[in-house]
């Protein structure tokens, strides 16, 4: 073991020694010619990867003498697995302190990750809650809160605001507030919470509890493992009650436009029936990737006589016992559907209009999380920020490698139940490279289901599946471009969401969501995820071609794990500390 970590110390000693030198070059020769520089905001004030010798130099030249990095050191005992030493790693910059991953080979590094995890002289801390000096006036926390709560976006005006208060909202509040970023996150709901109570009965979150934690504040230890819609619910409003999170419920944004002369944001806000205008600086879309519908057109629909509604808007089964449902999808939110009404006695048909990944659940859970997000996980000292940190290790342009093999296991294990699927006529598959379900979700945040009991249902017949496209809606059914007609009484358009960018669209104009772009996908090239290659989530978590204008969402892990990197971009604008952007995202695609 000492002679692994020789080896990864004399890596950095080498490495610093040519950063404090200036040497770039000599830099950029200890990556391998095949290597990848994963920056999470600290050298770049970006989200980026940067390839190759050629890569790092570029990134090196833009933004060394601003960075200033040094005190590089292992960060516990570094670890070897066949050609491959693993070493964690801590450093500083000029402004902040980071942590990272480092991944040798025979040939140099292979992989690194620098994150920024703290800004010098606003580190996060303890607050006092009191102070022990008695003097006439003294104010108490309920008074100072509810002076808060009276004055901000009235007579003080937030520096951020947030459009979106589900999850992805919620956990940006809580990290603004614990830097001292005075913020105001904004929902249209009663509730924190109603954005998962309102959805269907049967909805529960398809990830393991361990995946799921939010900030500062994990899941209690008896805490169900996939926790039921209404009990996140729950644990939203309280936690946005507990972090203090600055929310307006029943706050809904009409419009939004910014002013390029005094770098501010003008949003109208429709506050319980009052117009309030805020004035904030920076602009967060937490709208999340499930949030702008995608509510499909087909002639008829005017005159269907039954009902129709978008999966986003389905009220549950109970209303439709003995009913014929034709649900159109067959992704998660379709399968979700589809089982919880035929638990309640419904006829229903699912139309399943291209292939579908399926993993079960227990599958996914042992071969496809377990090692990082389980317990298991955590009795072998992989805490949810190591395992967060692993996870953002692996550089999106290899990152399949990793999975194909989980996935061949998965398959292997779970052959029987697959050949019983497709002899039911279900059109599955393994993604465009057989890499699986999470490469999916970040190329194209569609295109599977993880099956807690609905694809048995359909693999033995007691759900209907029909193949095809939808052609139109007579007053009675829905009719395939084959001519299948299928008799409803309820459709459900399970048809999945649109780019965040529809939100700007909407609220500011179509002139800035065409100059931000598509929101998501890695560029990949593969099924509805277009190239170029961009390497990272386009336009997520970081400075977008629109000044002051940024994006926040995914799900509970990502809410959790790069709200800490868009809360310290935020911060150092607040504190006015230069932020100068290393390769801001061009734009290929506007939707």
Not at 67 to 81: N, R, S
Not at 111 to 134: D, I, Y
Not at 170 to 181: C, D, F
Not at 187 to 195: A, F, L, S, T, V
Request: with cysteine; net charge negative.
């Amino acid at each position: 073991m000492t002679e692994t970590r020789d080896r990864v110390e004399a890596w950095l000693a080498e490495f610093e020694t040519a950063l404090r030198d200036r040497d770039v070059e000599r830099a950029a020769a200890l990556f391998g010619v095949e290597s990848f520089w994963r920056d999470l905001v600290a050298f770049s004030w970006n989200i980026t990867t940067v390839e190759g010798r050629a890569g790092v130099a570029d990134l090196l030249r833009a933004r060394l003498d601003d960075a200033d990095p040094g005190k590089f050191e292992v960060d516990g005992e570094p670890t070897e697995a066949g050609d491959v030493t693993e070493a964690w790693i801590r450093f500083e910059t000029r402004v902040g302190r980071g942590a990272g991953h480092l991944r040798l080979k025979d040939d140099g590094a292979w992989t690194l990750l620098t994150s920024l995890r703290e800004l010098k002289g606003f580190e996060e801390g303890r607050p006092q809650g009191v102070e022990h000096e008695l003097e006439p006036g003294r104010t108490s926390w309920l008074e100072r809160r509810r002076t808060e709560e009276q004055t901000l976006g009235y007579a003080e005006q937030p520096y951020v605001v947030v459009i979106g208060g589900g999850q992805g909202g919620i956990a940006l509040g809580a990290r603004l507030r614990q830097l001292g970023v005075p913020a105001l996150v904004l929902d249209r709901h009663d509730r924190p919470g109603d954005q998962w109570r309102k959805r269907y009965k049967s909805l529960c979150l398809h990830d393991p509890v361990w995946y799921d934690h939010l900030p500062y504040l994990p899941f209690p230890k008896n805490w169900p493992v996939f926790a039921p819609k209404d009990k996140i619910g729950d644990w939203l409003e309280m936690y946005t009650r507990v972090m203090e999170v600055p929310y307006w419920s029943r706050s809904e944004v009409r419009s939004a436009s910014f002013d390029a002369d005094t770098k501010t944001w003008s949003v109208i806000v429709d506050r319980d029936g009052e117009s309030v205008e805020l004035r904030p600086k920076q602009l967060v879309f937490a709208t999340g990737m499930s949030g702008k519908a995608n509510w499909p057109t087909f002639p008829g629909q005017d005159v269907f006589r039954g009902e129709q509604h978008h999966s986003s808007g389905h009220p549950g089964p109970e209303a439709y016992r003995g009913k014929k449902v034709v649900v159109v999808g067959s992704n998660n939110s379709a399968f979700d559907i589809c089982g919880a009404l035929w638990e309640h006695g419904a006829d229903v048909t699912m139309v399943q209009r291209s292939s579908t990944h399926i993993v079960k659940s227990a599958s996914l859970m042992d071969i496809g999380l377990g090692d990082l997000y389980s317990e298991r996980a955590v009795e072998a000292g992989v805490t949810t920020d190591k395992a967060d940190m692993i996870f953002a290790s692996l550089p999106y342009r290899i990152m399949h490698e990793f999975q194909i093999p989980l996935y061949e296991q998965m398959a292997e294990r779970d052959r029987d139940f697959y050949a019983r699927l497709e002899k039911a006529g279900f059109r599955h598959d393994w993604g465009d490279d057989g890499s699986g379900l999470f490469m999916k979700y970040l190329r194209r945040g569609s295109g599977y289901y993880i099956d807690v009991g609905a694809a048995e249902l359909v693999a033995d017949g007691r759900i209907k599946l029909v193949q095809g496209q939808v052609d139109h809606l007579t007053e009675t059914a829905v009719v395939l471009q084959d001519g299948t007609t299928l008799d409803a009484d309820l459709v459900v358009y399970a048809t999945g969401y649109g780019s965040m960018n529809g939100w700007v669209a909407d609220l500011i104009d179509q002139e800035t969501a065409d100059r931000v772009g598509k929101v998501w996908g890695l560029g990949s090239g593969t099924t509805k995820d277009p190239g170029p290659w961009e390497g990272e989530q386009r336009n997520m978590w970081k400075p977008t071609q629109q000044e002051n204008l940024w994006f926040h969402g995914g799900n509970l892990h990502q809410s959790r794990h790069y709200s800490l990197y868009l809360a310290l971009q935020l911060k150092a604008r607040y504190e006015g500390i230069p932020t100068p952007v290393y390769g801001l995202q061009e734009v290929h695609h506007t939707q």
